[in-house]
């Protein structure tokens, strides 16, 4: 079977574990919190992120996608949602994706740091072999053929190539990291969920450049 996409990995959480249901401004309809981005108006009324959904105020829900916040600045739905005239920063989605990009691997150096993953590549091919591994993460920068041998032992496992190994090795405070393996825990649910949201904005970036 071939390892699976971020999007089963989202409907597969929502039915173990169901978040807290918001409305989207833009499509207006009830979703997962899993699934969109909080933004709250902040000082002199720009548009700040809020990716901890910790900031005061209310809150504007957004489908966690790059496409979906182009058309809501295009459309004014910031606005209508907040009721007044709000500022978007031109680098509104690079501090979204900065951020997400911050968080995700913050969960997963948590998750190395709680002894919930196994790192380099005779390692992960043990764990993805006994079935301990419940997540396959690998540097999107890393020798194709090796990480194409761990992917066929996946067998269905999420399986993440969004960071390069410099972001990888930092966030794991372990030189060269390349390959690693995921155990089942709450930092590992949580690394997911950011790597979902991240997803979102890194493919609609990389369909918008021009060739």
């Known amino acids: ?55 005061p105020g209310r809150g504007l829900w957004l489908s966690a996608n790059l496409a979906a916040l182009d058309e809501a600045r295009a459309n004014g739905s910031f606005a209508r949602a907040a009721r007044g005239a709000v500022i978007l920063e031109q680098e509104l989605a690079e501090q979204v994706c900065e951020q997400l990009t911050a968080r995700a691997l913050n969960y997963l150096g948590l998750s190395s740091r709680a002894g919930a ?46 960071f390069t190994r410099g972001e990888l090795s930092r966030a794991l405070g372990r030189a060269d990291a390349v390959h690693v393996a995921l155990r089942p825990s709450r930092l590992c649910d949580m690394f997911l969920r950011e ?15 021009p060739a």
């Open 195 to 209: 790597c979902g949201r991240l997803a979102g904005y890194r493919a609609a970036g990389e369909s918008r450049r």
């Open 117 to 162: 993953t196994v790192i380099g590549h005779e390692q992960v091919r043990n764990d993805l072999s006994t079935q301990q591994a419940v997540v396959l993460v690998q540097a999107a920068d890393g020798a194709a053929p090796a990480r194409a041998r761990l992917r066929a032992l996946a067998n269905g496992l999420p399986a993440i190539e969004m």
């Open 1 to 55: 079977p071939r390892s699976r996409g971020l999007g089963d990995v989202y409907k597969r959480q929502a039915e173990r574990s169901p978040a807290k249901q918001r409305r989207c401004i833009l499509s207006r309809r009830d979703c997962s919190t899993a699934h969109l981005i909080r933004f709250v108006v902040g000082p002199d009324n720009v548009i700040v992120p809020d990716l901890a959904e910790r900031l």
